[in-house]
């Protein structure tokens, strides 16, 4: 069985950074895309950023420059460096991948969130 565990989330004051790890463990062959999404309150989940194989990255324009997604690959790991962090970047920050698992296709997986909250 698969599973995706984020870590990271907590309380930062305006213009602080925070760190957010996921780590995908089980029977794993392999893992596509990585990508974080968030869900503020009364807001629809959004795709915040997303990292191929290859690293090849993409963003929401409204984190570009100041949010970076990166992997480690021997880690099952995906990552977002947030930097200069707005009181509108709070939501719950979800984590999805594409993972094949012992059989032949790719399935979609999710963490279960963590909270981060921007306010001073």
């Known amino acids: 069985q698969v599973q995706l565990v ?3 989330g907590g ?3 305006p213009g602080g950074s925070l760190r957010l790890s996921c780590a995908a463990s089980g ?3 392999g893992i596509n895309a990585m990508r974080w999404h968030r869900q503020a309150p009364g807001k629809e989940r959004e795709l915040v950023a997303g990292i191929s194989r290859d690293d090849t990255t993409n963003y929401a ?3 570009k420059g ?8 021997a880690k099952n790991t995906v990552y977002l460096q947030m930097n200069s962090l707005k009181p509108e970047d709070t939501a ?3 984590c999805n991948a594409d ?10 997986y999710w963490g279960q969130g963590t909270q981060v ?3 001073s």
């Open 6 to 8: 984020e870590s990271g």
């Open 11 to 13: 309380l930062v004051q």
């Open 27 to 29: 029977s794993i062959f």
């Open 61 to 63: 324009e409204s984190v």
């Open 66 to 73: 100041r949010f970076t997604i990166s992997r480690d690959n």
């Open 92 to 94: 719950v920050y979800f």
């Open 99 to 108: 993972i094949r698992g012992r059989s032949a296709a790719y399935y979609a």
């Open 117 to 119: 909250t921007v306010s």
